[in-house]
Nanobody, 132 residues
Framework: EVQLVESGGGLVQAGGSLRLSCAAS????????IGWFRQAPGKEREGVSC????????VYADSVKGRFTISSENAENTVYLQMNSLKPEDTAVYYC?????????????????????????WGKGTLVTVSS
């Protein structure tokens, strides 16, 4: 079974940076996608970014483009989310999730399913707090 463990959250001042990690294991296919999602208090979960194992393609939410970068270290089965120029509105619990044969380009088509975004495997999340 696929298991995902997030780490790297914490408290940072506005304008600062954090790098989140998602350690993944248990994939039986070489074709899968890992996404980062976040949920702020009182708000629905939203998609942040996604990376495909098939070709390394990535997508980003408009709200984080130019500030966040998703990457993968295949040898370590780890996906990272480098977050720069953080803003107070980035405060949320950040989750990584994964699904086999998933097209990252279709991520936001699942916004009507904000709990799962079409992904079956979820980590427990890591809290990011950005102070103003």
């Amino acid at each position: 079974e696929v298991q995902l463990v997030e780490s790297g959250g914490g408290l940072v001042q506005a304008g600062g940076s954090l790098r989140l990690s998602c350690a993944a294991s248990g994939f039986t296919s070489d074709d899968y996608a890992i996404g980062w999602f976040r949920q702020a208090p009182g708000k629905e979960r939203e998609g942040v970014s996604c990376i495909s194992s098939r070709d390394g393609s990535t997508v980003y939410a408009d709200s984080v483009k130019g500030r966040f970068t998703i990457s993968s270290e295949n040898a370590e089965n780890t996906v990272y989310l480098q977050m720069n120029s953080l803003k107070p509105e980035d405060t949320a619990v950040y989750y990584c999730a994964a699904e086999d044969f998933y097209d990252c380009a279709s991520l936001w088509s699942y916004s009507s399913d904000p709990e799962y975004y079409g992904m079956d495997y979820w980590g427990k999340g890591t809290l990011v707090t950005v102070s103003s």
